[in-house]
């Protein structure tokens, strides 16, 4: 069976290196492609030299458009506006666009939808099995213990994270609020300071630390009166977010044209 030709956006960043990582790990796929922003330092490296897996033949370019146009699928943890244009593109070459960018807004989503048209997008706050198993149960625990317990949610991540909530966070939140059949829009409270008076029924809060080289820890958090149930998931190494990706991936191949979530490929209830 031919290896699924993957290309890495992103490629000298922590994850991107991470994916060439598992590509390489990974005797279903190969590494056809790896970009960077114009002006990275990476440009023209050899992306697996990058990753620390040694010479792969495969030079780091600022071009996606050719890799794109020679690929099956791309895997892409960067940022919301680079993640758009490239689904753009993945629409074009019809292939598979595996997305763990997270602080997506709205308007990003829609065009995401737009390129599902034509492409095979699987997008996932987190690409872990762990965590995605946790919001099936969050769901679940949520739905079964009404809602006169209240929810949060606590993430921790490292001190270089950008976006907050995390999107492993939001993913949680949303699985909650699924399982009360809430809108988290209209329900979560991101932020306490002051005399904030009593809390909200049926609000799902969160709140955020960050600091060190923290992966990511989250807990869910549901509050009765005189007990707690408590839903944790520790990521001690971001190998975990990268298989992940290329599972997504393998399981996109030649499927039909929409827009996926991890909970998909893993068979799992979808918030």
Known sequence: MTAMRLIVAGAAG???RALVRAISENDGVALAGAFERAGSDAIGRDAGELAGVGPLGVAVTDDPLPLVAAADGALDFTTPDATVALSELAAQGRIVHVIGTTGLAESHLQRLDAAARH??????GNMSLGVNLLAALVRQAAS???????????????RAKVDAPSGTALLLG???AAGRGLSLEENSVRSRDGHTGPRPEGSIGFATLRGGTVVGDHTVIFAGAGERVELSHRAEDRMIFARGAVKAALWGFRRKPGHYSMADVLGLPSA
Request: charge should be negative; glycine fraction near 8%.
């Open 14 to 16: 922590r994850m991107g």
């Open 119 to 124: 492409a095979v997008i699987v997008r996932s």
């Open 144 to 158: 079964a213990l009404g809602p006169d317990w209240d929810i949060e949610v606590l993430e921790m991540h490292h």
């Open 174 to 176: 949303e699985a909650a």
